[in-house]
């Protein structure tokens, strides 16, 4: 994924809703945001934090809001940044080679 569609990808799912009728996710983009915790939790345990709650401690993260962050929950455009750059990663490179695998 090329970074204009990782941009796109981000602001198209600001605010979106799927039907409430039985069947339908209450959150059409669960999907992506899983794929989003499963990247930060794979970059937090390369940098050899097996716990979550001491990497968000280091971090002066919020642990319970980190912990939501990896299991999926959605987050701030600005929440995303700030964890890229504790992993000197670029928005490219996270939405690059390995998202979603």
Partial sequence: MGFKT??????????????KKAGVSLD?????????????????????FTSADKFAFTH??????YGKYERGRDMQMSTLLRLLAIHNMSIEDFFGKGFGD
Avoid at 8 to 15: F, N, R, T
Avoid at 60 to 65: L, Y
């Fill in 28 to 48: 059409e983009n669960q999907e992506t945001y899983e794929k989003i915790g499963a990247r930060l939790k794979a970059l937090r345990l390369k940098k050899g």
């Fill in 60 to 65: 002066e993260i919020d642990r319970s809001q």
């Fill in 6 to 19: 990782s941009i796109l990808l981000l602001y198209s799912m600001k605010g979106k809703k799927a039907s």
